[in-house]
């Protein structure tokens, strides 16, 4: 198991929305740092999350499973908030993009 941290959003778009969950991953700490290419390329990871949904007053789970080919090291994503003194603006077409 990975320990993960809850760190406050950049962008308060919503109150409910208050934190953003990450994991992160440097040479030292990384158990991927030491695979050798064909490993990362058979390599799945499982993410696993559950919060408390209290609107319906009941727990929630997501579950997702990221195969070796999708899995880029040593980028970062594109920023896809822009924050204005009078507006926010999200990119939706930079989600997916590396840098």
């Known amino acids: 198991m990975m320990d993960l941290a809850l760190v406050p959003a950049a962008v308060d778009l919503d109150q409910r929305a208050k934190s953003t969950l990450v994991h992160c991953l440097d040479a030292a700490s990384s158990p991927l740092a030491t695979l050798s290419d064909a490993e990362l390329h058979n390599l799945s990871l499982l993410a696993l999350c559950s919060g408390f949904d209290t609107t319906f ?25 822009a924050l204005y003194p009078d507006r926010v603006v999200v990119d939706t077409a930079c989600f997916d993009s590396l840098i």
């Open 57 to 81: 007053f009941e727990t929630v789970y997501a579950r997702h499973m990221y195969f070796g080919p999708s899995i880029v090291l040593g980028r970062d994503f594109q920023d896809a908030v």
